[in-house]
């Protein structure tokens, strides 16, 4: 902390002592029942300037000191609630001297009450004349400069409250991000979708390949995992004969930070019986656009200074196909191992050992092409090699009936037909394993229930996973994945204690 910023927590304590030896409670419960600001808006359109309400009683409100004004014997200041703000004005004739010398310690962020009527300013301004004031809560640290507001992308998402105090379009962002999810699983309901909720302690975690987070459970003496997927839970739902599901809940993957990936993150998992990854194309096309008329007013919107067109049809193509008309690659090489190696080589890309054409081919879509899908794009057909989950397709077992969609540059969905052959499932988990090799981070375990559960018949179905917080972004014009998420995860500061749990010696 630096002088400056001391000192003026100094000043706010004495102001408060101050208000403490004059009998105030900086932290009282007895203002109740406050209308929203909001509501009183509306109130002040007829009246016109330096005029009062006809008729009108006395309006209760409640906030945050945002400004004060403060003058001899008046003073003007902002108080903001969740719904609004509106100007009060304070004067000495009106509140009486005691009140208004106690008013006179008040300080920008203390929560306050009001009492009064409205009126408009000579500028035109609809505000509230004060009869009578109460403190509520004290604040002790001073807000940002009220003219600049809280602009250090650090202190915004390690002091995410104060932010949600000074910026009011963070504020509209975090709403909207609640209207998104409100409004998928209206549409999902509304299409025959039950929603239900799997584990997030697994023994065996499963439906993706990442790193997880590891705990142990002191009753049952054995290790558990926080999911880095619901979908073999919500696979073994639609064996017991759910045959439309959903889940919107968190995933964990103990893995990188960036501007698209925090390790925790709120997915969308749904499944369908009966259906294949084409009718999951239809699907998505048609929640994301209505979503995006919802929430943008168009299905044209623009996204850090690009323009999107989210209106279907949206393009399809298959893996190879991208390669050649988006990644540039000779449609001859791809139909020639050694030269799909060769070129995987050229570009630099480092492979397993073990890897064969199809992962090869995966890298070099990741590097020739993801970046360059600005308008939504399905990819579709990826190689069985990387889609251990997949149902193979029936005219070329070597790739799958899988989708990922991709809209700016990165990745927004990923669905496929599912596999519900118990016996290539099972040989897919076993090679899935034996090609992690050594790398204990990534739970090595093969998950024999889920394969049982196969074994007594799951109707053939297609499955899909949406990221809530990458669809957000893309719907609010978020540049990164922490301007989305309420508290992302961040480095200690400085100043905190280390978090690592430290062995007390023995004696």
């Keep these: 902390m630096d002088k400056q910023q001391s000192q003026l927590l100094k000043q706010r304590r004495e102001k408060a002592q101050t208000l403490v030896d004059a009998g105030v409670n900086l932290f009282g419960n007895s203002f109740k029942n406050p209308q929203p600001i909001a509501e009183l808006l509306p109130r002040g359109e007829v009246l016109a300037p330096e005029s009062h309400e006809d008729n009108g009683g006395l309006y209760r409100v409640a906030g945050r000191v945002m400004s004060l004004r403060k003058f001899g014997k008046a003073a003007f200041f902002h108080i903001q609630d969740e719904s609004g703000r509106i100007q009060i004005y304070a004067r000495k004739d009106l509140l009486g001297d005691d009140q208004f010398a106690l008013f006179k310690k008040w300080d920008v962020g203390d929560i306050v009450g009001v009492e009064g009527k409205l009126f408009k300013t000579k500028t035109g301004e609809l505000s509230v ?6 403190m509520i809560t004290k604040s002790f640290r001073p807000l940002p400069e009220k003219f600049h507001g809280l602009t250090d992308v650090e202190t915004r998402y390690r002091q995410r409250y104060v932010d949600l105090i000074v910026n009011p379009e963070v504020r509209d962002t975090f709403r909207k991000r609640v209207e998104i999810i409100r409004m998928i699983r209206e549409f999902l309901a509304n299409r025959g979708f039950m929603e239900v909720e799997t584990p997030m302690m697994q023994p065996v975690p499963g439906g993706a390949t990442a790193r997880p987070f590891k705990t142990h459970h002191n009753a049952l003496d054995m290790d558990l995992f926080l999911r880095i997927a619901p979908e073999l839970y919500l696979k073994r739902l639609l064996v017991g004969g759910f045959e439309r599901v ?3 809940n968190r995933n964990f993957r103990n893995e990188g930070l960036s501007t698209r990936h925090n390790p925790e993150f709120t997915m969308l998992e749904f499944y369908q019986a009966y259906a294949t990854y084409h009718d999951l194309m239809d699907l998505t096309e048609e929640l994301i656009s209505w979503l995006a008329t919802e929430v943008c007013g168009s299905m044209e919107i623009s996204y850090q200074g690009t323009e999107v067109n989210l209106a279907p049809p949206w393009r399809r193509l298959t893996m190879e196909e991208s390669l050649v008309e988006v990644g540039g690659v000779a449609a001859e090489i791809l ?3 050694a030269a799909v190696m060769a070129l995987v080589k050229e570009k630099g890309i480092e492979l397993q050992p073990d890897a064969g054409v199809g992962k090869a081919k995966t890298e070099l879509f990741e590097l020739l092409v993801e970046e360059k899908l600005i308008d939504p794009t399905f990819i579709t057909s990826y190689p069985t090699e990387v889609s251990p989950l997949a149902r193979r397709n029936e005219d070329d077992p070597t790739v799958t009936d899988r989708f990922e969609l991709f809209v700016t540059g990165r990745e ?18 076993a090679k899935q394993i034996a090609e992690r090799g050594d790398d204990d981070e990534i739970h090595p375990e093969l998950d024999h229930d889920y394969v049982r559960a196969l074994e007594y018949g799951m109707p053939p179905a297609a499955g899909e996973g949406i990221g809530i917080d990458r669809l957000v972004m893309l719907l609010t014009d978020a ?4 301007d989305v998420i309420l508290f992302p995860h961040l480095k200690p500061e400085v100043n905190e204690p280390a978090q690592k749990s430290r062995k007390k010696k023995k004696k």
Excluded: M, V
Aim: aromatic share 12%.
């Design 129 to 134: 004349e004060a009869t009578s004031l109460e």
């Design 246 to 248: 959903f889940e919107i």
């Design 335 to 337: 139909q020639d191992d």
């Design 412 to 429: 927004l969905a990923n669905a496929f037909s599912e596999l519900n052959d118990p016996t290539d499932q099972y040989e897919r988990f």
């Design 479 to 482: 540049p990164s994945i922490r």
